[in-house]
């Protein structure tokens, strides 16, 4: 008879024979040794039949939970592939949002490398703090090049006398500044970008949950 349970709990028991099972194979010894002349074991200082019936045991209880955990694994993944969930970019199943999910999170094969929209912002953000880093040094040069041709022009004591000769500072000052050069009016696109792609995330770790607590799984 199949037993019937929601994701949630499918998960939550899953998650628990990893536990279990990795427990049992590490703390659980399956080969011991013995005097030629001796029933009892030295590991467990017990009978050679006691020894046996407890390993075919323990050996039998590990095929059975590792059995359990595939077909629990086999149902959530079977639902998460037939299961939709409706979301600001589409209708996807639910394999397709934890995958989703998971890519944007760094997680999975391709780690950090597959978060593509992270990665972009970061890239612009670096892109615009180095532009801006770069005009800011560039016109402080210049500031104090036009200083310096100020001083020359007029001399330290008699600049304020006559503003004409600085026009052609003035001039060399404004052919000469950095500015930005920015197509995507970048501020504002990193901005747009970076809120977009958190409630995507908020959006799909919601839609998920819900989905795992309100579907029912057999196995």
Known sequence: MAEKMLITQA???RDLLVKKISDKIRKNIFVATKKHNSDTIF???QSVDDFQKEVESTFQSIQDLIAR??????????SNAETMIETSCGIITVAGAI???NRMKGCGSYDGEAD???????KLNKDYQKAIQTAEVRNKELDNTAEGMRLSIL???TKAKDD?????????????????????????RIDYLDEKRNLLIRELDTQIKVSNATTFIEI
């Open 11 to 13: 998960l939550d028991e």
């Open 69 to 78: 955990f595939n077909r629990i694994d086999a149902a959530i993944v079977k």
């Open 99 to 101: 995958s989703l999910r």
């Open 164 to 188: 004409k000769p600085l026009a052609v500072v003035d001039a060399y000052v404004t052919e000469n500044t950095t500015e930005l050069v920015d197509p995507l009016e970048i501020k504002k």
């Open 43 to 45: 590991e467990h200082k």
């Open 116 to 122: 593509f929209e992270g990665n972009l912002l970061e």
């Open 155 to 157: 001399g330290k004591e």
